[in-house]
């Protein structure tokens, strides 16, 4: 696929995705949201001894102001039922992809961008930046799973404020809500999710994946959590990595993990 609005950087095991539609703020339009699809589900899960991804916004104004509303006019009941399933179809891929995907917020996460940010492992905040679902103000509500996302991580009283009075949250109080894992100086928010992709990247990596599994597990309908975890850690013991690991602890080193 040629990725017109996604530029892809790969360096050293890690890559960038930076939402490339600055004159919209980066909106998600049909064809940014056809190659996030295509990274998580073809691309990148074929990129060998790929650490983890990063995604972030161009520009420094916006990480991601929202789904393009440009094309969201006329839309019947049916059609928008279809396109938040295809939304929220590609955001369980990246929830799910089996490396760490790191949101870099660097300005306004509005709307699906917040719902992108949220569908991230983890949310490194740049100290501009603005948080919200201002669904409401449009006659809408949240489509690509903020409703149930945004419970998840601040809880339903505040979040229930949020998506009801469309407020903005800056990176301090995101924080202090559990929103996001660290706030950063402006500039600063891809550096420290490279920085952490590092520092996970040192760990055992079938072990991350079965993290990142387990804790999707919790959420999820059907699920039992649980009994994951109790899988999850079988499949674990089985590997060369957990021999190495544990030997590593006996004698003393640092672990040499091969991700086998
Ligand atoms: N879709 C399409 N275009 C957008 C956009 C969006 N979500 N957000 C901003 N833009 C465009 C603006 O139309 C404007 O374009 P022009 O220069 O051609 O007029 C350009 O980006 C710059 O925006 P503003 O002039 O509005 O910039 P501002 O600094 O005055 O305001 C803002 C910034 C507060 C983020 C404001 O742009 C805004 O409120 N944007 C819309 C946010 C929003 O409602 N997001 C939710 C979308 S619906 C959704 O996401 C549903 C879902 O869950 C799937």
């Known amino acids: 696929m040629t990725y017109e609005n996604v530029q892809i950087a790969l360096e050293n095991g890690i890559a960038t995705l930076t939402i490339s539609r600055e004159k919209a703020l980066n909106a998600l339009n049909t064809q940014t949201m056809l190659e996030l699809r295509h990274f998580f589900g073809e691309e990148g899960p074929k990129i060998e001894g790929l650490k983890g991804v990063v995604i972030t916004g161009a520009g420094e104004k916006a990480f991601v102001a929202g789904a393009d509303i440009t094309e969201f006019s006329g839309l019947s009941a049916t059609e928008g039922q ?3 399933q295809r939304g929220q179809d590609i955001f369980f891929l990246v929830e799910r992809f089996h490396r760490p995907v790191i949101a ?3 300005g306004f996460a509005l709307g699906g961008g917040c719902e992108l940010a949220m569908a991230c ?3 490194i905040a740049g100290e501009k930046a603005k ?3 201002p669904e409401v103000n449009l006659g809408l509500i949240p489509g690509y799973g903020g409703t149930q996302r945004l419970i998840q991580y601040i809880g339903k009283t505040k979040a229930t ?5 469309a407020d903005m949250i800056g990176a301090a109080e995101a924080l202090q809500l559990g929103l996001v894992n660290h706030v950063v100086p402006a500039g600063e928010e891809v550096l420290k999710a490279k920085e952490l992709i590092e520092k996970i990247a040192t760990k055992a990596p079938l072990a991350i994946t079965k993290i990142i599994e387990t804790v999707n597990a919790y959420f999820e309908d059907g699920e039992d959590g649980f009994g994951r975890e109790v899988s999850a850690f079988g499949e674990c013991c089985g590997t060369e990595d957990f021999i190495e690991g544990a030997a590593a602890f006996v004698e003393k080193r640092k672990a040499n993990f091969t991700g086998k």
């Open 121 to 123: 492992h983890l949310r």
């Open 104 to 106: 870099a917020v660097n």
């Open 82 to 84: 279809n396109l938040a």
């Open 131 to 133: 948080f919200g679902q």
């Open 161 to 165: 404020e949020l998506l009801m009075t």
